[in-house]
């Protein structure tokens, strides 16, 4: 159990049997009447977000989340395979539960797999990936860093919008939380 005075941003709670996760938080105390905790919280099932104030020193049962680093060994059919580094035991998981992420997973990539009992809420890639253009507009004498940019699908199927410059066959490291180029390799 955790006090909503220790709501932290972060944290988190059980609520109507779903995990959620305080994205937003503040302690107000009025003038008149008790002291409250306003928060925002995101769901990390549906990734809903609703707004929630409890009353100050109010309890929630806090949600025991589990993290395990694993490696994408291999696909086959419609399952994602997983090798956790510790156990060297394998895990299954399907697109669905990877979510969107799955656009830049690739053989051999380590993972942080987060749990919630027997369920999975989050994979967690790194913060950047390397990845080769397979298809590209080709680039034009002239072009430079400072023009536009035009699509690129990179090896895993991803989309990325890259300068004009990048040409099929080269290596871009993309930032996997807001899908955008950073630099060539």
Known sequence: MISSNDFRTGVTIVLDGSVWRVIEFLHVK????SAFV????KNSQTGSVVERTFRAGETVP???????????????????VFMDMETYE????????IGDRVKYLKHDMTVNV?????QVLEVEL??????EVVETDPGVKGDTAT??????????????MVPLFITKGERIRIDTRTDS???RE
């Open 126 to 131: 790194p913060n950047s990936v390397t990845l």
């Open 90 to 97: 394998e895990a299954r998981l399907k697109e669905s539960e």
């Open 147 to 160: 023009g536009g940019t035009k699509p690129a699908i990179v090896e895993t199927g991803a989309q990325v």
């Open 62 to 80: 806090q949600a025991t989340l589990e993290k395990s680093e694993m490696q994408h060994t291999y696909k086959e059919g419609e399952d994602f």
């Open 30 to 33: 009025p003038g008149k009447g």
């Open 181 to 183: 180029y950073q630099g």
């Open 38 to 41: 306003r928060t925002k919280l």
């Open 114 to 118: 987060v749990r919630w009992g027997e």
